[in-house]
DNA sequence: AATTATAATTGGAATAGTTCTTGATATCGC
DNA sequence: GCGATATCAAGAACTATTCCAATTATAATT
């Protein structure tokens, strides 16, 4: 009889080094862990998540991880007013709608063919290196 | 002889109240600066320069003019990234370019006709509230 | 495989922006 | 003017994040 697969899904895979980033063990689990859940989690929340599998994990090192991965472009950081920063492994650029009933953020992606220039009035000469677009509001229930 | 006007700008009338909000002394001047110096300041740059006609006043009545301000939509909070919030007497939906070579915020306008939702995928049944466009990037030199 | 060099991690202290608290002061309705 | 309410001032407290110094892990070299 083959034994049935355990409840967790089974991990995801992640190469010893991304983009120049080397994976160590904690990067790796911090890496991991916003593949799986697409919630957007805080820093303090990847922190107490990620203790599972590292119990000795520090809440810095954490923040360090995040900010390796930020800077080497393999996750974003999320602003949402003064809020405490989240991280979301969602590469294409998109924006964020924050439900305002449930707490939720939900990716926003642009409509195709969609182009900034297009659509604001830039100042002359400007060269954008990064946008953020984080909208707030109800989901009307439909 | 009639006496020379003096240097400074002569003062904007402010009412005594606005979209319901009572002004005192500490909520006008803090109105009043924001409305001459639109150069986006912090809360503390507002504390600082407002001292000129309130010396007494403090940093944590700052605070709660704007937050008052902008509770009653007389003015709007702007965050970037994790930076001090800013804050802007602009009411016009629009959007901020953070030149990252000088520091200074350009007000960004949407180009006449456009709607969020016709560029934005957004989730079924959003009802948006508010929007925080800020984009990051340069000036190339013309 | 040992040695050295470099990078990453840890835990706690420090920092910065903002909010909270408490007592004083001003303003409003009567 | 008088009590009720709102606002203010000063400093303490709070929170998210960063910094720091010591330890540990990894890589490079022999």
């Known amino acids: 009889m083959v034994s049935k697969a355990p409840e ?15 994976m160590t063990a904690q990067r790796r689990e911090v890496y991991r862990l916003l593949q799986q859940e697409r919630n957007h989690p805080t820093a303090n929340e990847v922190f107490m998540r990620v203790k599972d599998r590292l119990p000795n994990i520090s809440l810095a090192t954490v923040y360090n991880c995040l900010e390796a991965l930020v800077q080497h472009g393999i996750i974003r950081q999320v602003n949402f007013e003064r809020e405490s920063s989240r991280y979301c492994p969602n590469l294409s650029e998109h924006g964020h709608f924050h439900d305002a009933t449930t707490g939720v953020i939900h990716d926003v992606d642009f409509k195709p063919g969609v182009n900034l220039a297009d659509v604001l009035n ?21």
């Open 8 to 22: 967790i899904s089974s991990d995801i895979e992640i190469p010893d080094e991304i983009s120049g980033l080397r």
């Open 122 to 142: 830039l100042p002359p000469g400007a060269v954008i290196e990064d946008v953020e677009i984080t909208l707030r509001g109800k989901l009307a229930s439909i």
